[in-house]
């Protein structure tokens, strides 16, 4: 099943999609389940917004791909290495990133992003994925220049626009399907990866991040990024794909 959160006739609804059209929901499917209203939207009607906005956090992990690891200069760390950007960065597909004046450099990452479905505190791994409601697209825009300089990365992941998501939340997406992340810009592929080939696998980290904080619905954790991360400038179009996610595409353009 493919859930979308999107806007039509100025109202901003939950709906199932598929290639045609959108069954509208009563509430938010994280909360009240998946009872419809029995409208049917045409796709070409709506426009897609992020699919979670999450209440509390986004949690990341950074060099969770040993190849993206080796490319910033060191290793992957044995335990997941965690970070939180604000619900704030959150935008939606073809939502434009806005590079800030304070920045240089602004990267994009591609990731698998999983949106947590029920509270999570002291999960193990057997059952974490019993915490997942379903797996999204994420791309980790990062101020590289300020990561570097400030010492910690709040303001550099942490700007406004610095989290895309979407285009919709699947709900039976395969962790062991083969999928890869693909990042292009301007249509040239940068970064295509394995998810296999992440060193925390998605069990692990939702264990090891809920043994420190409460997870709770509508929170995302974005997985971690694979080799070819780079620059991007206004002006340029920035794509991740993912095999059975699709694909989420921003515009970027400067302050
Ligand atoms: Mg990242």
Redesign the pocket.
């Known amino acids: 099943m493919r859930i979308v959160r999107y806007s039509h006739d100025e109202t901003i609804r939950y709906g199932i999609i598929d290639e045609k059209e959108v069954v509208e929901l009563a509430g938010d499917p994280l909360f009240a389940g998946f009872d419809t209203t029995g409208k049917r939207i045409p796709v070409g009607e709506i426009t897609l917004l992020a699919p979670s906005i999450p209440r509390s956090k986004i949690v990341?992990i950074?060099k969770n791909y040993r190849d993206h690891a080796a490319e910033m200069g060191g290793e992957a760390p044995t335990e997941p290495l965690l970070f939180l950007k604000p619900n704030t960065a959150v935008i939606g597909p073809n939502d434009a990133i806005v590079r800030p004046p304070q920045s240089e450099r602004t990267d994009f990452?591609g990731?698998l992003a999983v949106v947590i479905g029920r509270v999570a505190k002291n999960v193990p791994a057997e059952s974490a994925l019993d915490y997942v409601f379903g797996y999204t697209i994420g791309n980790?825009v990062?101020a590289r220049d300020l990561q570097r300089s400030d010492g910690q990365w709040a303001r550099a992941k942490g700007f406004d626009t610095f989290c895309p998501l979407g285009p919709a939340i699947e709900t039976e997406f395969d962790l062991t399907g083969g999928a890869r992340v693909v990042t292009r810009v301007n249509g040239e592929v940068r970064q295509d990866g394995p998810i296999s080939d992440m060193v925390h696998s998605v069990p692990e980290i939702i264990a090891y991040a809920s043994a420190a904080f409460t997870l709770l619905p509508g929170d995302v954790i974005?997985t971690?990024?694979p080799a070819g991360i780079g620059a991007f400038d206004a002006g340029d179009v920035i794509e991740v794909e993912i095999s059975g996610l699709g694909i989420l595409r921003n515009p970027a353009r400067n302050a």
Request: charge should be negative.
């Open positions: 990341c950074g990452e990731e980790d990062t974005l971690g990024t």
